[in-house]
């Protein structure tokens, strides 16, 4: 009996001292927590590296120009591919060189987004056709349409909500540092427009300036107009005729290279962007430009999207305008099956005589 008591006590001791110890290194956390001693490695003052604005990303953020380079290097159809330099980024171009004896022209290709020049979905089969048919073919690495949208689902609520919440932990501590330091600055960066405060705006902190790279709508688009300028300065591309085909999102962003332009386009199951302001029918009667819509099956026996019902509105002022279902496959191209191309070539042909 004796025995078990001892052992009972012994057990209760080190409960106690473990309860202790648990205790003591909670209250000391918690007591950094509230009071964080700045050292020289980590500095909390504002105005210090480790709370300043960061660099923005590259644009190889969002493009993996490396891995198109190794895929091509040995690659017999893909003849040429040069980096050009656009904003603070890089532009990779790659380029299939016409392969017939009848040179047709030069044909701009921009791919829609999420996929890339070298994609085997649909950019890389048709760029192959069309050069076998005597098209040079120009297929600029375009980013992604990496710009602030409207909130669908939780994912992205969840996602901003934690961002909002890691900023507020952000803007304690400097708070708690130097709170009339951050006043003063607070007074100073108030909005002209607006009168608020940048603490106000989840874009205009630091942790959030990540978030996306383009700031805007129209900064995409200037990105776009950008590199369809790039390849204008290119000394074949002032071979004609010149055509310019445009996949899905793409329809909508390329419209803008259309501005000081007139240029045949072939819309590929064109599609109006995520976020972006449904004003086609106006960008619509600004063009003169002959057109050539292909939809695949999918796509023309569902509900007629933003895109097809602008274009419906008889607002695009050109005499020649086309229209096909069927040509464009729903998902990979055979490389085999060359309807589409041969109908492009066709169609671009006749717009010569």
């Known amino acids: ?34 009071n964080p001693v700045p050292t ?19 644009l190889s953020y969002y493009i993996d120009n490396q891995s198109i380079l190794d895929n091509i290097q040995f ?3 893909v003849n040429q591919s ?31 987004n999420g996929e890339s020049a070298n994609h085997r979905r649909i950019v890389r089969p048709l760029a192959i056709q069309l050069s076998q048919l005597g098209w040079n073919i120009f297929i600029p690495n375009i980013a992604r349409e990496d710009f602030t949208k409207p909130k669908f689902g939780n994912k992205r609520v969840i996602f901003e909500t934690a961002l909002k919440n890691a900023n507020s932990v952000v803007k304690t501590s400097i708070n708690t540092e130097n709170p009339l330091e951050d006043k003063t600055q607070l007074n100073n960066s108030k909005s002209d427009d607006t009168n608020e405060t940048p603490l106000d705006e989840t874009k205009k902190s630091p942790a959030s300036n990540n978030q996306y790279y383009f700031e805007t709508t129209d900064a995409y688009q200037n990105y776009i107009i950008d590199i369809c300028k790039i390849i204008e300065s290119d000394p074949q591309w002032t071979q004609q005729p010149r055509i310019l085909i445009l996949n899905q999102t793409s329809s909508y962003w390329g419209l803008g290279c259309l501005a000081d332009n007139i240029m045949p386009t072939i819309f590929l199951n064109p599609e109006l962007p995520l976020g972006v302001k449904n004003n086609l029918e106006d960008i619509f009667s600004k063009q003169s430009s002959s057109f050539y819509v292909f939809h695949s099956r999918l796509t023309a026996n569902t509900k007629m999207s933003s895109f097809s019902k602008a ?12 229209y096909s279902q069927g040509i464009l496959p729903n998902g990979n191209m055979n490389i085999e099956d060359t309807r589409l191309a041969k109908r492009i070539t066709g169609w671009a042909e006749k717009l010569k005589r």
């Not at 009848?102 to 701009?108: E, F, V, Y």
């Open 82 to 112: 040069k980096v050009e330099t656009i904003t603070d980024g890089e532009l990779l171009i790659l380029k299939h060189n016409a392969k017939s004896r009848i040179k047709r022209g030069n044909a701009l290709f921009l791919h829609t």
């Open 75 to 77: 690659d017999s159809k």
């Open 311 to 322: 274009l419906s509105s008889n607002q695009w002022r050109s005499e020649n305008q086309r």
């Open 1 to 34: 009996m004796n025995n078990r008591n001892s052992v009972c006590d012994h057990f209760s001791y080190w409960v106690i001292i473990l309860c202790i110890s648990f205790g003591s290194l909670f209250l000391l956390f918690a007591n950094a927590e509230e």
């Open 40 to 58: 020289d490695a980590q500095p909390i003052n504002e105005n210090s590296p480790k709370v300043s604005k960061p660099k923005p990303l590259a």
